[in-house]
């Protein structure tokens, strides 16, 4: 009895730590396979961005797009455009990191601080004038903080710390407004006032200045505290408060300074002005980049075309280049995703031999050739009775019609059925082939209703109207006692389009209801393959979804538009 419940105590801890571990799987595998996806799509979406952006920088350099990857590698890797404009980051970086380098310098950073929360607490106190004029003691308090704060101001009292603030100032302003000034511009400036900056910052009359200020922290203290008792003030502004927020980082600063080895501080702001002089010096010797606007980063799209590289243009969904399609007039290029296209091709080639085989979509086309053709005929006429109105307006009636068969759904299905075809023998563009489907799905659904109902009201009556124009045209031509050499009645055309119209009607194999629902059905389910992708089993339990990630084309993103 012992020797089994020793075993059956084995079995449920092996039994536990098997149900532990299934729960481990449970919970981290399935987030590892949507991160997963998660990274296949990110990584497809900025491949294609990356390469359509090459594509555009391309065509700048030689106005035409390529579908050769080694040819559109070349052409970037030889331009120089794109290094310059990176070498003008890298130089603006330079000039930004040693800039702040001496801004942050903890002497000098100080000294700007207080300068600032300085001007800061005078603006306030010289705003807010109307308000402190409610209490006399209050107004006349304000007078006299007001007349203290400027006196940090005088040149006569504080020479050395209003040159060295005044220049921190400036440079400060500098580094935030860098982007407006061209490199050189901005270094020369910088090297130029921290040279400046020098002559003064050893000699700030700091002690002074620390004495003036802890009698006027005290006044300022008492001052905003008593404003804050004042009701009709200080619901009016919140003055008080600002006071007390800016008056204590000058304290702070001020308290920070006695801390600081100001030697080393002011030895350190010599060797960044130095530096700042040297990037100067740099910038002189690469003239052609510098003399252009700092730059703090690459624009998104010059970087991803800089650092593009082979590995861009194969997807790690399935290790197939990307599509690459010029349009028909050679305006633009899509990229696609290959994701899923061999398969989604797969489900379609049969469904395109069969519409290959649908023996009524010819005569939708043939009818169009031939109204085309009577039109070509009667503006022949035209030509040699030009100053006959009739024959004009005819003219204008028969294109009206080509037109309105033009726009019919009849022929537009029979069109897509066509264009199906052709694109699932020659294309690899999964975006045109879901497309196609879809289109094909419809026509079908079409000619369905078309034949199985005999619901030919519309092509009958476009028919009839052409087979009046015909017999008014022949009637134009008859009143006419001479007609020109060349000119000939439309005796045979009537006959020609009623054939086809009776071809078109007539009933096949091809146009059995049930054979067309069948294709209509097997193209719905292409379609939603198409549309939902695909999962694939891993980790023996759990799946993977796996789709098309779309394409880039006319600068708009596919994925950005669901």
Request: with cysteine.
């Amino acid at each position: 009895m012992a020797t089994n419940s020793a075993k059956g105590s084995i079995l449920f801890k092996i039994l536990i730590a098997l149900l532990f571990i299934a729960l481990v799987f449970v919970i981290t595998i399935p987030a590892d396979i949507w991160k997963e996806e998660e990274l296949e799509q990110a990584s497809a979406q900025y491949n294609m961005t990356s390469i359509y952006e090459a594509e555009k920088f391309y065509y700048r350099m030689t106005k035409e797009f390529t579908t050769d990857k080694d040819k559109l590698l070349s052409v970037i890797r030889e331009d120089s455009t794109l290094k310059q404009v990176q070498q003008l980051v890298h130089h603006t970086q330079d000039l930004k990191t040693e800039l702040d380098v001496y801004l942050n310098n903890p002497y000098l950073k100080s000294l700007l601080i207080i300068d600032q929360n300085i001007t800061t607490i005078s603006e306030d106190v010289e705003k807010n004038a109307r308000w402190f004029a409610i209490n006399d003691d209050i107004a006349t308090r304000a007078d006299g903080l007001s007349l203290k704060l400027q006196s940090f101001n005088n040149d006569l009292n504080y020479p050395n710390y209003i040159g060295t603030t005044n220049i921190l100032d400036t440079l400060y302003q500098l580094r935030r407004d860098l982007s407006d000034y061209n490199l050189q511009t901005a270094a020369s400036r910088c090297a130029e006032l921290t040279e400046k900056l020098n002559t003064f910052v050893s000699d700030v009359e700091f002690e002074n200045f620390e004495t003036e200020w802890s009698q006027l922290f005290v006044e300022l203290t008492s001052f905003r505290k008593d404003v804050d008792q004042i009701e009709d003030i200080s619901q009016q502004t919140s003055v008080a408060a600002r006071i007390r927020e800016f008056s204590g980082l000058i304290e702070e600063n001020v308290q920070a300074i006695g801390t600081i080895n100001i030697s080393e501080s002011i030895s350190a702001a010599e060797s960044s002005s130095t530096k700042l002089a040297g990037l100067y010096d740099t910038f002189l010797q690469d003239y052609i980049v510098t003399s252009k606007r700092a730059l703090y980063r690459l624009a998104l799209e010059d970087s991803m075309v800089l650092y593009i590289n082979e590995k861009n243009f194969t997807s790690i969904g399935n290790n197939q280049p990307y599509v690459l399609g010029i349009t028909e007039d050679s305006s633009d290029i899509k990229v696609e995703s290959p994701m899923l296209v061999d398969e989604l091709l797969e489900k379609v080639r049969p469904l395109a031999e069969t519409v290959s085989t649908f023996d009524f979509v010819q005569h939708y086309i043939a009818y169009l050739d031939t109204i085309k053709s009577i039109h070509n005929k009667g503006m022949g006429i035209k030509k040699l009775m030009r100053r006959n109105i009739d024959v004009t307006v005819k003219n204008k009636e028969i294109e009206e019609r080509i037109n309105n068969y033009q726009n019919s759904s009849e022929f537009n299905a029979a069109n897509d059925l066509i264009t199906f075809v052709e694109l699932v023998g020659s294309s690899r563009s999964f975006s045109d082939l879901k497309n196609s489907v879809e289109s094909s799905r419809n026509a079908v659904s079409i000619f369905d209703q078309l034949y199985s109902g005999n619901k030919f009201n519309n092509i009958d009556s476009l028919n009839t109207s052409i087979l009046a124009d015909l017999e008014e045209y022949n009637t134009i031509l008859s009143n006419i006692r001479r007609l020109p050499r060349g000119v000939e009645k439309f005796d045979n055309e009537p006959s020609q389009v009623n054939e086809i119209l009776a071809n078109m009607k007539k009933q096949s194999s091809s146009s059995n209801s049930e054979h067309l629902k069948g294709i209509q059905a097997k193209l719905e389910e292409a379609l939603l393959f198409a549309s939902e992708g695909k999962s694939e089993r891993v980790y023996v339990v759990f799946e993977k979804n796996q789709q098309n990630y779309g394409y880039v084309n006319r600068s708009e993103k596919s994925w950005e538009e669901e």
